[in-house]
């Protein structure tokens, strides 16, 4: 049988729905009265339910680079201790926005940029937004680059001929039905990738048999080929790598633009809490548990010989993808493919969308909200949403390493956004205070990262900090922390 023909009719068929969907909301509006603003596009007229936006947060999470790839690859490469390294961090986030989902929704700003504008001024607005826009960027070329890996060998064609076409499809539907597309293709997306985690799961434990689950699953903890020595079970990525994470992550994702935005979309407190509840219960189960699972079978299937990975496995990125190929019929792996296309879509859009909103709103919107009503103000949010798709897709024409990327991308958010944000509820604040550490904790961590990588960090490091690689988090947060405090030697 031609599987082959399968996949593409799979991945048209998908394409269509989701366009669809675009197209809907597309014509729907056409028939409404013009909207005085673009809060329609961006947040759905804050008319969202609970249980939507927690399946929009819980689908951005459960992508192919963040719990198919990435987080599969870190329980394969750690055991059962890389929960410390991605889903527990982000529980705990769950947990804070849901203590602060109220005070956020008070603030009335769709984004970080609007709040230090309300009160700093707009100039800050625009600062703001820069790095803001890297990091999604940095996320949605990630997802972009693990979904045509991933998918490419089942489609027959290039990872860039494939990147190019997950780009068009989501480009297509946000440029037609903006926010309201995202989180509508989201619940489908939500439904296809849940069930393609759940299956991926049975097929490494049914591929392990029974003797071998009974006997313990957790007995593939030793195999772990990046443990370090000793410390096989739960710690075995290191103390030092454990709290590193949890400074790199824990700070800039709790306030992470894409789940404020669906806070601000909520209808009201209780649904946006609602909404938290949801994601934290499927971030649970589809990061934590069943990555976890896959990430041991597959330790268990493709055992590291000496420490060293099965090439075809390439460090673990291809983990799916064997699986899929090696225990899997090619009936099921069309459904799957479905599911893997499902999963990087729903983050690609949200990332996208990020972007889009910080480019547009945040950026241009400012210069011509005096200028331009509310029809060419939509028109601008459609089409920078498409150019903030491509710009991710010809990022991730570059792209070779999640883990520099997540941990990259993550740590600008707290060593650039977290300071200005936590200031924005303080007294005596300056404007130059939060001007100074948003430029000199995003320049240093960027200039730090380079160094980091080659090697030169090694002499003013001490040994716990350069052994996890990202040592430069922290130097890059005490760079913006230098000019928080040097701005309040200035009078504004």
């Known amino acids: 049988m031609n599987y082959t023909l399968i996949y593409w009719t799979a991945f048209i068929i998908y394409s269509v729905i989701v366009i669809g969907i675009g197209f809907y909301i597309w014509f729907k509006r056409r028939n409404a009265p013009p909207p005085p603003d673009t809060q329609q596009y961006w947040a759905s007229n804050k008319k969202m339910s609970g249980f ?186 290191g103390l030092a790598l454990i709290a590193m994470t949890f400074f790199a992550y824990l700070p800039g994702w709790l306030i992470e633009t894409d789940v404020w935005i669906r806070l601000q979309a909520a209808s009201d407190n209780k649904e946006a809490r609602k909404g938290i509840l949801v994601a934290g219960f499927n971030s649970f189960l589809f990061v934590g548990i069943l990555p976890m699972i896959i990430g041991l079978s597959a330790l268990l299937l493709y055992q590291p010989v000496a420490g060293e990975i099965p090439a075809k496995l390439q460090d673990g990125a291809l983990i799916f993808a064997n699986l899929m190929q090696d225990f899997s019929p090619g009936w099921l792996n069309v459904l799957l493919g479905i599911g893997l296309l499902a999963a990087s879509m729903s983050t690609v859009d949200t990332c996208g969308n990020v972007v889009a909103l910080s480019l547009s709103y945040d950026v241009l919107e400012p210069h011509f909200s005096e200028k331009w009503n509310s029809k060419k103000l939509n028109t601008l949010a459609q089409w920078v949403s498409v150019g903030a798709v491509f710009i991710a897709f010809f990022y991730a024409l570059f792209t070779n390493s999640l883990w520099d990327i997540f941990y990259l991308s993550s740590g600008v958010l707290t060593t650039t956004i977290f300071i200005p944000v936590v200031a924005s509820f303080l007294p005596n604040i300056n404007k130059r205070q939060i001007t100074f550490a948003t430029i000199l904790g995003f320049i240093g961590t960027i200039i730090f990262y380079f160094l980091e990588v080659k090697g030169h960090l090694k002499v003013i490091e001490p040994d716990w900090m350069s052994s996890t690689g990202v040592g430069y988090i922290v130097l890059g947060f005490l760079c913006g922390l230098i000019g928080f405090l040097t701005g309040k030697k200035h009078k504004t």
């Open 52 to 237: 939507l936006i927690g399946l929009s947060i819980s689908a951005s999470m459960m992508s192919i680079s963040w719990s198919c790839v990435y987080g599969v690859q870190l329980f394969y490469w750690y055991g059962t201790g890389a929960a410390w390294l991605l889903v527990i961090p982000w529980l705990i986030t769950m947990c804070g926005f849901f203590l602060f989902a109220p005070l956020f929704r008070k603030l009335q700003a769709f984004s970080q940029p609007e709040l230090i504008a309300k009160r700093f001024g707009k100039n800050l607005r625009q600062l703001i937004a820069i790095p803001l826009i890297f990091v999604f960027i940095v996320w949605g070329g990630a997802e972009i680059y693990a979904a045509g890996i991933t998918i490419a060998p089942f489609l027959k064609i290039s990872p860039e001929a494939t990147m190019f076409l997950i780009a068009l499809v989501i480009a297509i539907y946000t440029y037609t039905g903006g926010f309201q597309a995202v989180v509508s293709t989201d619940r489908i997306q939500f439904g296809f990738v849940s069930i393609f985690v759940i299956v991926i799961a049975y097929i490494g434990l049914k591929a392990l048999g029974s003797d071998n689950i009974t006997a313990g699953l957790f007995s593939a903890d030793s195999l772990a080929p990046k443990a370090n020595s000793g410390l096989h079970g739960f710690f075995s990525p």
